[in-house]
């Protein structure tokens, strides 16, 4: 799957908000048109067979990073990996549960399987070096510094009124 090209975030505070906002939805949009007329995949397919599955996931940028939480319910840090390769925030990975119930009058066996995989676009000011990943508790948390260009703070202009 060829995930289409999305626009970086902006630099600074001023529309960071609303641009983080349409970026996420950008991304949401991009999955869901490529599931159409495929059926909304599950995690449960059944049977034992493979399926796709949606991960949660929140953006948000300071002043010093631009920081993506992922909700991964049932995962480990070892079901999962992330990858940054030319401006670009990969994290992908595969859950596998199996379920083996015996009973005195029943015995029920259940496996299901699902991958998923997400990518960001990011500015060229990332601090490669210093990317860190962190997971607690089924989320991930990822920070992507930014340079130190890019921490200089904004200079406020004053406007003074025309004439």
Known sequence: MALKDLTPWPHGKAGAASSLSDLHREVDRVFDDFWRGFGRPSLFAGNGESASFDIRVDTSEDDKAYHVTAEMPGMT??????????????????????????????????????????????????????IAATFKDGVMTVDLPKTKTAQKKAKKITISRGK
């Open 77 to 130: 840090e070892k079901d999962v990996e992330v990858t940054f390769a030319d401006n670009r925030l990969t994290i992908s990975g595969e859950k596998k549960e199996e379920k083996d119930v015996k009973e005195e009058n029943y015995h029920r066996r259940e496996r299901s399987f699902g991958s998923f995989r997400r990518s960001f676009t990011l500015p060229a000011d990332i601090d490669e070096a210093k």
